[in-house]
């Protein structure tokens, strides 16, 4: 008795630990987790993007919150988000992603390629980094195939 009760005891404890040390999931997966991405996630399924951003990248990418979106001008999300529009809206989706995983620690001040082909202007100043004037607000949301910094403004390619 006193085994099996032991032996119960220690795969609860591996079971916990693997769950502890479980693998974060890709990108989608987090960002439909964290509850406060909903219409970006809306939007990269309207721009077909969830398999590139599912796959392995790795990727950085500068997430807008859904009180980043509340900001553009009424009807912009809604109009981005019909089928006509998707070109356009690929394009800005993608201008939040950047190749490779950039670490909070390892951002530097400067110019930085996205994946739209355009680039952010990322500045550091007294602690604080903005992406293309957004306030990075959250960083290293650690992902399977990137990491996410969230920002409070949607950026726009140029």
Known sequence: MKTKWISSIVLAAV???????????????VAVGAGQFNTLVAA???AELVEVLSGPGPF???AP????????PAGTVESLLLPENKEKLVA???YHVVSGKVMAADVKPG????VQGSELMVKVADGKVTVDGANVVKTDIMASNGV?????AVVLPK
């Open 15 to 29: 079971a916990t630990l693997g769950a502890v040390n479980a693998a974060p999931e890709n990108i989608v997966v």
């Open 44 to 46: 990269v399924k309207a």
């Open 60 to 62: 950085t990418v500068f």
């Open 65 to 72: 919150t859904d009180e980043a979106f509340k900001k553009l």
């Open 92 to 94: 800005i989706l993608k």
């Open 111 to 114: 110019n930085v390629k996205t």
């Open 148 to 152: 996410i910094h969230v920002i409070d």
